[in-house]
């Protein structure tokens, strides 16, 4: 989070940081659908593909939380909460709910990674079942909602 010239907190994203406080639920609207399970283990069957998705995606998360990376990233290792991780995905065509929370995965696995969860165990992740709507012709877009449950 930068300062401003007046040494104020600035306002970045939707979450006002001020002397490391974050105000939650965080939003995080990632302009790309999810993948599939069915994407996940067919297409992602190698390796080096399933880490260049992982990889893209936390360059996703880290984009959508626009400098505020590091304040939460203290959050989560300061007090390592119980995280609530709500996900809209917004797609042209619907899936099925076990192919949905299956291609959720990569996305967990990239949270954890840049620091919004301390982990994806169910001890550390409030994950209620991912929403999905119809968008039509309008770009697919993943929205992501993080915040804490409780301090473990």
């Known amino acids: 989070m930068g300062r401003g010239k007046a040494g104020k907190a600035r306002r ?5 940081c001020c002397e490391g406080e974050l105000n939650f639920p965080i939003v995080l609207e990632i302009p790309r659908a999810t993948p599939s399970n069915n994407q996940v283990l067919r297409a992602y069957r190698n ?3 399933k880490k260049r998705l992982r990889q893209l995606w936390e360059l996703e998360l880290a984009c959508a939380l626009k400098g505020n990376r590091g304040p939460m990233k203290r959050y989560v290792e300061k007090n390592r909460p ?5 996900v809209l995905c917004r797609r042209k065509r619907l899936l099925d709910p076990d192919n ?5 995965k ?5 949270a954890k990674n840049i620091g919004l969860i301390v982990d994806d165990r169910l001890e550390f992740l409030d994950h209620p079942d991912p929403v999905q709507e119809k968008c039509g ?3 697919p877009v993943t929205v992501i909602e993080i ?3 409780e301090v473990v």
């Open 137 to 139: 012709k309008m770009r």
């Open 82 to 86: 119980r995280m609530r991780l709500t």
């Open 106 to 110: 990569p996305i967990l696995d990239a």
């Open 100 to 104: 949905l929370r299956g291609g959720l």
């Open 12 to 16: 970045a994203g939707g979450v006002v």
């Open 47 to 49: 390796g080096h593909a």
């Open 147 to 149: 915040s804490p449950v």
